[in-house]
């Protein structure tokens, strides 16, 4: 039989490898065995033989080469979405070329009536085929080289170029590695899936991936590559958590008692949304389960998660358990601490707070009456996680924002207990479907998408540089009415001393446009002491500013229901999550809010896209869906923490969603039957689990 070790083979046994060449590899592409040549994927392919007919195109192709003539030349939209399209025509049927940029270099290159030959990926925009940045050859040019079938086109490094590794190269090398071991590449998936779900057998995908005849041979591997990588991760995730829910049971909580019903009917301000309603069954359900829970809670900013927290808890407590809920900051926790303090009055509950900045008395307390029982809740921050931190039987542990908090960390909340606690971890940073069954994808999830009634939805407008008056305009207006006025400026570390120099520019602008005495601006930013950071807060939250100018680094918690705009300036350099969470600090109060994003005239296409986004919706998930088509999983924040390999090397979270939720569904119904891949048939998967995973043993353990 053979074994995926031989893959592992030393890069420099072959042919063409020397120790200078491969010490390379290693450095730049982190290529050091053969496997990893094999999965070195080419990033894009260009056919040189094939022309398609205008007729035949579909969004759907890869690179395709057509020929044709342009027809004319004409701008459409306006703004940064203004584009430079060229009708191309051949006869059957015409499509658009698209650029964004270079257009006049465009039309004085190629002119209508000459025949041209275009390569691109074929998109699709209102209906129309289009190209956009098409790369376009004169018909003669291209003759000569008419030799070989789609030709893969591998990334490399300047420093790989200088030594010949070009991506030439590269196709050669994987060429050679192919022939001498291309029946010695043995199956990674089960032979049953591989015939049921019709997939290209790995030998062979792995070859045409490399070098493909055709695109649908192409399109087949890659079917079948994605498939695999995104399995496995789904596979690892379920079967992480069905082990877990054989292994612990769950306390279970039977009963909604006194303290529940008692706050329900005497204490609760206001009914409950539909969303928050839900939650509570699925969170109900779970608590009674005799599972243990872990469960994933989404809500936008607003949305009233800490409700759901607080009556999560009180059913830990009617079933005589303890609970706590750990925030990240201080602020954020002494908010909890407030708000439920408040919320239970009048009920017999002991809760107590617990920081940093405990004092070591109090400290001593806490300690003493988690032990003897006499208090109920804890709210906290890491403070809580603390060795000294003991409870006598904790039931249920919340985790706010928990995006902020590492792995180990939850781990060891949870270890705080013999028997695990159940877990509700919620989260204000949406995440979009496909990640979080990544991230997430060994928890439940709850999602809260629907704010409290009664709030206005916040405008969000956008301006150039060059409209600066009219914005000055309408903020004097706000302040005429009694409002105050935020103005957040970019902070990115590379380039911070030009930062501040565009936040003191902003400053003196300002305080010339708003003078004193009549206006009162306060300024924050990362380089003022805390106390003076502190009276300058102090000085916009008592109502005596008209403006705070700000850098990013304004807290989380801060919240003034009667500041109504947010200005963001230079906003397409700001990510599009980053600006979503700026515009939630304002929307607090009962008035019409709004944020006006500034930017520069010229802006590139994703920023103006980030901003076209943030203009149509004030919906968080829509927003982050949106973020991680333009960006990519890496860039999502929490994925970081995640521990989770992210450079995947051929699916993308943000296109293969579809394929995603397939193999979820083809590997749940693998562990729900044999969840420790006894069966003889599921031999690969539990080889390949272990070769894929035993270094990543503990990153699912996210609570
Ligand atoms: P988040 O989800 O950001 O933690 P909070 O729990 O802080 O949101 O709730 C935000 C605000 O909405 C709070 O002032 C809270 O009292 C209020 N709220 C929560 N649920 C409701 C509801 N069902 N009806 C009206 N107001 C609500
Ligand atoms: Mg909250």
Redesign the pocket.
Known sequence: MITQDFLDTNITYLTGVGPKRAEFLNKELNIFTFRDLLYYFPYKYIDRTRFYKIAELDPDLPFVQIRGEIKGYYTEGHGPGKRLVADFQDDTGTIKLVWFKGGKWITGTYTTGIEYIVFGKPGVFNGMINIIHPEIEATNKQAERLNSALQAQYSTTEKLKNQFLTSKTISKLTGTLLKQIKFRIPETLPAYLVSRYRLTELREALHKIHFPSNPEELEKARHRLKFEELFYIQLNLLRFKTNRSLKFKGFVFSSVGDKFNNFYHHNL?????EA?KRVMKEIRKDLGSGKQMNRLLQ?D???????VALMSMLIALDNGYQACIMAPTEILANQHFQTITKLLAGIDIKIDLLTGSSKKASRKLIAESLLNKSLHILIGTHALLEENVQFSNLGLVIIDEQHRFGVAQRARLWQKNLNPPHVLVMT?TPIPRTLAMTLYGDLDVSV?DEL??GRIPIKTMHFNDSERNKVFGFIRNQIAERRQIYVVYPLIKESESMDYKDLEDGWDTISRVFPAPKYCISIVHGKMTSADKEMSMKLFKDGIAHILIATTVIEVGVDIPNATVMVIESAERFGLSQLHQLRGRVGRGADQSYCILMSSDKLSREAAKRIEVMIKTNDGFEIAETDLQLRGPGDIEGTQQSGIPFDLKIADLGKDGQLLEYVRHIAEEIVTKDPQFEDDKNAILRSEMKRLFSQHQSWSNVS
């Open positions: 301000p206001f009914s409950l949304t928050q809500g900013v607003g949305s009233g998660k800490t409700l204000a809260i409290p009634p």
